[in-house]
C-alpha cells in the first residue's frame, strides 16, 4: 500500500470504518487496461475554447461505480495540468483529491482520495486546462486560410489529451457535453445543439443534448467560424420512425462543395438500415470536413470527420476523389452499427469495427454503385493485406496488445483489409442471407453495448447451424497471422478428375518463418466441365486433402480460388499453370486478380523467374477491365526497379509495358471525352502515372509536360493556371514539369501552395513536388515539408515520394537523419509507428535494413509503435534484397 500524509478528518474516518471493508488496492500504474475495480457511469464535460488561443480550459465530472474500497482510482490524462480534484461521495459529502501524473508517457494518472473510501457511487470532478495539440490527436489546433479551428480526434487514445476519463472502449457511457466559444463561432458535436446562453462578454455557452452510451474515443466536437450546409433530410423507413436531419460542416466559405456526398448520404443509411434491420440510432447526422486530421475519416456518431478532400467536391472533381468519396463515407456510416452501436471490449478486436465497416461498405457500393466494382476492390484490397500477411512480423487480426504502441498500430491492412476479405470468404461459406441473420442478431444482442469476436463468431454460427468446426475454422484466421498458400495438383483416378490439396504458410524467398501451419479453409475450385464450367466447394482443414471434380473435361482447366473469394494464395503444376492461363478469358475478372497475385506469389517465392513471370501476365494487359489491366504493374515494377540492371534489360522491360499499356493510353488520350465513364478517366490516370513517372515514356511524358507547364503559368490575379490541366492527371502533370523544369518549377509550386485552400489543388501541388529528384531540390522540398505551410497530414505525401531508386532513398535518408527532431515533433503518436516505413520503405539492400535497424533502435523510446514498423519494414528490405540475389536478370531477355 502507498502512503499518504492524510487530513485528520479522513484519517479519523478510515480508522472508523477500516474493518468494515477490504484494504485498498495495492498496486502500480497499469501499462495496459485500467483496473476494473472503478467503473464510470457517466460524464459531464465543459470546456471553455477559443481556437486562436493555444490552450484550453475544462471542468470534467465523472460519476464512478467504486466497486472496492481503495483510496484511489486509476484514469487516463495526457498533457492536462489538473488544478483541482473534488470526490463528491454517495452521502453528498465532498473533498479534495489528488491528481498525480503516474506514467507521464502513457497518459496514465492516479487520483489519490486522501482516505480509503468504501465501494459506492462517487463522483469526481476535475478542473484543469491543457494546451490545444499541435499533432491532430485529442483537442487539437488547425487553420483554413490562416484562421483557426479546435475539433476533435480522440481514436485510438487521444481522448486523454482532452479530458480526464477511463480512454477504454469497454467503459461506455453517456456524455452531456457544455461548450463556451467566442460569441461568433459555431460549435457542433455528436449529439444536436439544445441551448445557448450569453456568458462573460464576447463568449457564449452551448449545451448540447445527452449522447447515447459511448467509449471515450467516439466522443466529438469542433469549434469555430464553419459554414453549414443543411442536406435533404432522410426519410423515416421500417426501422426509423422519425426523419434524420443531414448536415455538411466545412471551413468558412467551403460547405457549398459538400452537396454532392450530402445527396449520396441518404442511400447509404438506408441500405445500412435495411441490411441490418436496425434504424440509425444517433438522432441527427453532420459530416465535417476538416481542414487537416491524421486519418481518412472517424466515425463519430453525429459528427463523422473527414478529410476534406474526401468531402469537397466540385463538378470536375477527379474521378478517384468521387470515388473515394463514396466508399469512404459507407465505410463510416456502416461503423455507425459496427462500432458505435456496438462496441468492441477492448482493442485487440479493433476488426470488429474496421473490418467489418470495410466488408460493409464494400456491399453498399456494390447495392448503390455497381459501376464502381467495390468486388473488385475486396479482391485487391486482399491481395495489398497479402503483401504485408506475408511477413514474418505480421500481426493477426485479433492481436494481443500489450502496450499503447500495439494499440497505435492495429489500424493497419491486415485489421481493414484481410479482416474483411476473411468475413467475406465465410460469408460465402455460410451463404449471404444466412450470413445477414446472424448480423442482426449479434447487433441486437449487444446493442449499446460492447462485443467479442467470440460474440460475433457464435452468433453467426448459430445462424448458419453450424458447430465447432466452423468456429475453429474462422477462428483459426483471426488468431494466427500468415497467408494459406494452396497447392493444388489434378489427377485421373478411377475415371473421374481429382483436385489433390494442400496447405501450408505462404512465405516469400529469403523468409526466415516456419511455413508448417494449417487454417480452416473453404476452398471453392471452378474449372472447364464436358457441359461448361463448374464450380466445387469443400472445407480444407487439414495439411491435405481432395476434391472430386464432377464432369470434369478430359483436359480440363482449373481455377483454385473461384470468385477469388478465399483469403489464400495458390500453386499449381507446370501442366496446370499452362492451361489455365491458356484459359485466361474463361475467368471472370475476380479470379483475373487472383490469377495475377499468384503468379505475383510464385515470383517472390523465385518459382518463376523474371521472363516467365511477365509472359504469364501480359494476356491481362488486353483485358477489358480496369482493375485487372494494371494487376500486372507491381510485378513488373519490382523487375525494373531492382532486378534490371543493364540497359538492354531496362529497356526490354519498358518495351514490354510500351506493348502491354501504350495503345490504351493513347486510344484514352490525355483529356476527359464526353460521356465517358470513371473507370476510363481512372485507367488514364494510372497508366498516365506508370508511363510517365516510373518507366519514362517519352511521349506520355511530353504530353504530360505540355499541362504541367500550362498549369505552372501566371495568371493575371498571380495565380497559376492550376484549371489548364485535366484534374485527373494535374498531379502527374505537375510532377513531370518538376523534374524536367526544376528548381523555376519547383519554387513556382512553393510559393502557390500557401495561396490554395482547395484541398484537390493542394494535393496535386504536393504530388508535383514530391516527384522531384534533384538531390539539392529533393532537400529544399523537404525542408518545405517541416514548415507550417504544409499541414501536419500533408507531410508524408511529400515524403514518401523518394523510394523509387537507391539515390533517392539515400537522400532521403540523409536527409530524415539530421531533422530526426523535426519530424518526430510533427508527427503525433498516431503517426509515429509509420516513421520506419516512411524513410526506409523501397529499401532493397542488406545494407539499407542494417542502417535502418542501427538508427532507430535506441529511439524506439521516443516513438510509440515504432517496434512493429520497424521490424517489418526491415524484413520487406532483407526479402528484396533475397529476392534481387535469386533472381537471374539475364531471364528479362529471354
Not at 492481436?399 to 481493414?416: C, L, S, V
Request: overall charge negative; hydrophobic content about 40%.
Amino acid at each position: 500500500m502507498q502512503r499518504f500524509i492524510r487530513p485528520l478528518f479522513f484519517t479519523a474516518l478510515a480508522s472508523c470504518c477500516a474493518g468494515a471493508f477490504a484494504a485498498t488496492p495495492n498496486d502500480q500504474a497499469p501499462h495496459g487496461r485500467l483496473p476494473a475495480w472503478a467503473v464510470p457511469q457517466s460524464y459531464q464535460l465543459a470546456f471553455k475554447v477559443d481556437p486562436s488561443q493555444a490552450e484550453f480550459s475544462g471542468v470534467t465530472t465523472i460519476k464512478l461505480d467504486l466497486k472496492q474500497a481503495a483510496d484511489h482510482v486509476w484514469l487516463d490524462g495526457a498533457d492536462l495540468r489538473v488544478s483541482k480534484v473534488t470526490v463528491t461521495e454517495a452521502n453528498g459529502s465532498t473533498h479534495d483529491a489528488k491528481y498525480v501524473a503516474a506514467a507521464p508517457k502513457e497518459g496514465v494518472a492516479r487520483v489519490d482520495f486522501g482516505a480509503t473510501l468504501k465501494p459506492q457511487q462517487l463522483s469526481l470532478t476535475f478542473t484543469y486546462s491543457a494546451p490545444l495539440n499541435q499533432q491532430l490527436q485529442g483537442l487539437y489546433k488547425v487553420s483554413h486560410a490562416g484562421v483557426p479551428y479546435a475539433m476533435t480526434q480522440m481514436e485510438p487514445i487521444s481522448a486523454r489529451f482532452a479530458f480526464p476519463g477511463f480512454d477504454e472502449p469497454g467503459f461506455k457511457t453517456p456524455y452531456d457535453l457544455t461548450l463556451t466559444i467566442p460569441s461568433d463561432l459555431t460549435a457542433v458535436a455528436n449529439t444536436r445543439q439544445i441551448n445557448e446562453t450569453a456568458a462573460a462578454p464576447g463568449w457564449k455557452t452551448v449545451a448540447f443534448a445527452q449522447t447515447r452510451p459511448l467509449p471515450t474515443y467516439l466522443v466529438a466536437f469542433a469549434v469555430g467560424p464553419w459554414d453549414i450546409a443543411n442536406g435533404p433530410d432522410i426519410a423515416p423507413d421500417d426501422y426509423r420512425s422519425e426523419v434524420l436531419p443531414l448536415r455538411g460542416v466545412a471551413a468558412h466559405g467551403e460547405a457549398h462543395r459538400m452537396q454532392h456526398v450530402l445527396s449520396e448520404t441518404p442511400s447509404i443509411i438506408h441500405t445500412l438500415e435495411n441490411y441490418y434491420g436496425f434504424g440509425y440510432p444517433f438522432g441527427k447526422l453532420d459530416l465535417l470536413a476538416a481542414p487537416d486530421f491524421a486519418a481518412g475519416a472517424m466515425e463519430n456518431p453525429g459528427l463523422v470527420t473527414f478529410r476534406d478532400w474526401l468531402l469537397l467536391l466540385d463538378p470536375d472533381s477527379p474521378a478517384q476523389y468521387v470515388r473515394g468519396s463514396f466508399n469512404v463515407t459507407a465505410h463510416e456510416l456502416a461503423h455507425q452499427w459496427t462500432g458505435d452501436t456496438v462496441t468492441l471490449a477492448w482493442w485487440n478486436d479493433i476488426w470488429l469495427n474496421e473490418a467489418f465497416a470495410t466488408w460493409m461498405q464494400q456491399k453498399v457500393t456494390m447495392k448503390v454503385h455497381p459501376e464502381y466494382r467495390a468486388d473488385l476492390d475486396r479482391v485487391s484490397g486482399a491481395e495489398k493485406a497479402m503483401q504485408n500477411d506475408s511477413l514474418t512480423s505480421a500481426r493477426t487480426i485479433r492481436q494481443p496488445i500489450t502496450g499503447n504502441g500495439d494499440i497505435q498500430t492495429a489500424f493497419d491492412g491486415i485489421t481493414y483489409q484481410k479482416g474483411a476479405a476473411v468475413i467475406g470468404m465465410f460469408e460465402g461459406y455460410v451463404g449471404e442471407s444466412t450470413f445477414q441473420k446472424g448480423m442482426r442478431a449479434y447487433i441486437q444482442a449487444h446493442k449499446f453495448g460492447n462485443a467479442t469476436a467470440s460474440d460475433l463468431v457464435d452468433a453467426i454460427a448459430a445462424a448458419a447451424g453450424q458447430g465447432g468446426t466452423f468456429k475453429h475454422a474462422f477462428d483459426s484466421f483471426l488468431d494466427q497471422s500468415g497467408v494459406p498458400y494452396v497447392q493444388a495438383k489434378l489427377e485421373q483416378k478411377n475415371g473421374k478428375a481429382v483436385l489433390q490439396l494442400s496447405q501450408d504458410r505462404y512465405l516469400p524467398f529469403g523468409s526466415t518463418g516456419n511455413t508448417n501451419r494449417t487454417w480452416g479453409i473453404p476452398v471453392c475450385v471452378r474449372y472447364g466441365a464436358t457441359d461448361g464450367v463448374k464450380t466445387s466447394c469443400q472445407m480444407l482443414d487439414q495439411s491435405t486433402g481432395s476434391m472430386v471434380l464432377p464432369d470434369a473435361a478430359a483436359a480440363t482447366w482449373v481455377m483454385p480460388n473461384a470468385d477469388a473469394r478465399g483469403y489464400y494464395r495458390f500453386s499449381l503444376g507446370k501442366q496446370e499453370w499452362a492451361e489455365l492461363t491458356r484459359h485466361i478469358g474463361a475467368l471472370n475478372d475476380k479470379e483475373q486478380l487472383a490469377y495475377a497475385d499468384s503468379i505475383d506469389a510464385g515470383f517472390r517465392k523465385a518459382q518463376w523467374n523474371a521472363g516467365e513471370a511477365m509472359a504469364a501476365l501480359k494476356p491481362l494487359t488486353s483485358v477489358a477491365t480496369r482493375d485487372v489491366v494494371v494487376a500486372p504493374l507491381d510485378t513488373v515494377e519490382w523487375i525494373y526497379r531492382n532486378e534490371a540492371v543493364t540497359d538492354a534489360q531496362r529497356a526490354r522491360v519498358v518495351a514490354w509495358v510500351k506493348d502491354a499499356y501504350l495503345p490504351r493510353m493513347q486510344q484514352l488520350g490525355y483529356q476527359r471525352k464526353p460521356g465517358e465513364n470513371s473507370a476510363d478517366e481512372l485507367l488514364r490516370s494510372e497508366l498516365a502515372n506508370v508511363l510517365a513517372l516510373e518507366f519514362k515514356v517519352p511521349e506520355v511524358r511530353a504530353a504530360l509536360l505540355k499541362q504541367g507547364d500550362a498549369a505552372l503559368a501566371k495568371q493575371a490575379d498571380g495565380h497559376l493556371s492550376l484549371d489548364a490541366a485535366n484534374p485527373d492527371l494535374l498531379g502527374m502533370a505537375l510532377a513531370v514539369a518538376v523534374q524536367e523544369r526544376g528548381k523555376p518549377a519547383v519554387d513556382t509550386l512553393i510559393a502557390e501552395l500557401p495561396k490554395t485552400t482547395s484541398p484537390d489543388l493542394r494535393n496535386a501541388m504536393l504530388t508535383g513536388l514530391s516527384a522531384v529528384e534533384d538531390p539539392a531540390l529533393a532537400d529544399q522540398v523537404r525542408d518545405f515539408a517541416l514548415s507550417q505551410q504544409v499541414k501536419v497530414g500533408e507531410m508524408a505525401m511529400i515524403l514518401r515520394g523518394s523510394h523509387a531508386t537507391p539515390a533517392a532513398r539515400n537522400g532521403l535518408w540523409t536527409w530524415f537523419t539530421g531533422h530526426y527532431p523535426q519530424v518526430l515533433a510533427r508527427t503525433g503518436s498516431f503517426a509515429g509507428g509509420m516513421l520506419p516505413g516512411l524513410v526506409g520503405g523501397g529499401g532493397c539492400s542488406k545494407a539499407e535494413a542494417d542502417r535502418l535497424q542501427a538508427y532507430f533502435a535506441p529511439r524506439l523510446k521516443d516513438i510509440s509503435g515504432a517496434d512493429r514498423g520497424l521490424a517489418q519494414t526491415r524484413e520487406q528490405t532483407l526479402l528484396c534484397a533475397a529476392l534481387k540475389s535469386r533472381q537471374d536478370p539475364a531471364a528479362i531477355l529471354r
